[in-house]
Each structure stands twice: as structure tokens, then as C-alpha cells.
């Protein structure tokens, strides 16, 4: 399975859509565009290394199936639109290979405003693996992680329920 590439553009689009879908857990048809070359990082290594830091928590989290502690990775906005409960639901129902990864990379940082895209390659104890994208925002305080979705290749449909 290769490495899904998008663009800076199209990362934040489907952030920005995500977070307009709240917890839906209808499935689409519709495919990501994706781009022949490997998106240049537009963050600064500070940016990289603190996000990745937060993306690495949370997988750590959900690897010691400590939930409380992966939704604490979570920003203030998406906890306040969804509970504790409901991030465990979404997780359990739709993400259950984050309980199990074997193991996991963070790829580049793209900036889009105030909002940072990682792509993630993500291996389960199965074998299976997941290309996602994360989309966190920083404040003066911290990082939060504002969605996260397993990203369709091409020619495949896209996953249902996105976490956000």
C-alpha cells in the first residue's frame, strides 16, 4: 500500500469537513485528490517536533487503551463538542486498530493558517496498514488534536466516521 499524498489545500479542506461532520457515521464515495510528489513540510522544526509529540502521546494512549488520557490529547474544541464517552464510542466502533498498532510514523507538517496536517502511516498488530491524516491546532498553552481519519488511496472508498 503506498503513502497517500495530498495537498496543503486539500488537507485542510477535508479538516475543515470533518469538523462539519461532527460524529456522522455515514460512509462516502468520494475520493481525496491526490498528488504525485511528497508535500514539502511548511512548519518550523518546533512545530514538527511538538505536534508529532502529541501524536505519538495519543498513540501511546490508545496502545495502553487509556482513553482518558487519548482524549486529553484532544483540543479544547473538539472535547467541548464531544465527551469522553462519545470519543471512546467513535474510537471502539471505528478505530479499533489504534489499540493495536505494532507501529506508526508522522510524515510532514503542513501549515494552513493556524492549523498543522500530518500524514501518519500507521501499521496494526494485523499487519493491515492505515495512511491517516491528523489536523491539530496550537495554543498559547498547548497542542490539541482536532480530527484524525484513515485516508482512502486511490481507488478505494473512504472509511466511515472520522474522528473529530
Known sequence: MGKVRITATTALAVALSLLLLGCSSSNTNEQLTQEPT???????????DGAAAWIKGQLAAFGKQDFQSAYGFASQSFQSARSLEEFIEI????????????????????????NYIFDVALTAASGQQYPMMYALEKTTDS???????????QGEEEPAAPIV
Open 91 to 114: 474510537i471502539t466502533a471505528n478505530y479499533g486498530f489504534l489499540l493495536d498498532a505494532r507501529s506508526y510514523s508522522v510524515g510532514p507538517c503542513v501549515k494552513e493558517g493556524e
Open 143 to 153: 497542542w490539541g488534536i482536532n480530527a484524525a481519519t484513515v485516508v482512502a488511496e
Open 38 to 48: 511528497t508535500p514539502q513540510s511548511t512548519c518550523s522544526q518546533d512545530e514538527v
